[in-house]
């Protein structure tokens, strides 16, 4: 299984590719580039990696450096890979957090078994 995904922030296109429009035209973009990569041997799963938490220069309220997105962003962002059977790949940065935490209160859409969770250590400051 080959897996093609889009990245990005829902708040603007500094973050990728996925805030630069809706999750609708997010949706078609990754469509389209999955389709790109048909018949090369293996099934392709289209995909969108959504930040789930954005590393922060600011400590903010939790004091972790990490902000994380709203649940009605990650839940747009979930109807619309469900419409296009896709995965959702939440991505979590957390800033000088920790992952499980931020993880945990992700849960309600983890239970979905096209939601999956990715790790960016690299933002772990």
Do not use: C, N
Not at 18 to 42: D, I, K, N, S, Y
Not at 82 to 93: E, G, K, N, S, T
Not at 107 to 123: I, K, M, R, Y
């Amino acid at each position: 299984l080959r897996v093609v995904a889009f990245y990005g922030g829902p708040d603007g296109p500094g973050l990728g590719v996925l805030g630069a429009g809706t999750p609708e035209q997010a949706a078609a973009a990754v469509a389209a580039q999955a389709a790109a990569f048909a018949g090369f041997g293996r099934p392709v799963q289209p995909a969108m990696e959504l930040l789930a938490s954005v590393a922060q220069d600011a400590p903010g309220p939790e004091g972790t450096y990490s902000r994380p997105v709203t649940d009605t962003q990650i839940a747009a962002y979930l109807a619309v890979a469900h419409a296009h059977r896709m995965l959702l790949i939440l991505d979590i940065q957390p800033g000088g957090g920790e992952f499980l935490p931020q993880v945990q209160a992700l849960q309600p859409f983890l239970l979905d078994p096209d939601v999956s969770v990715a790790l960016d250590p690299e933002w772990k400051v």
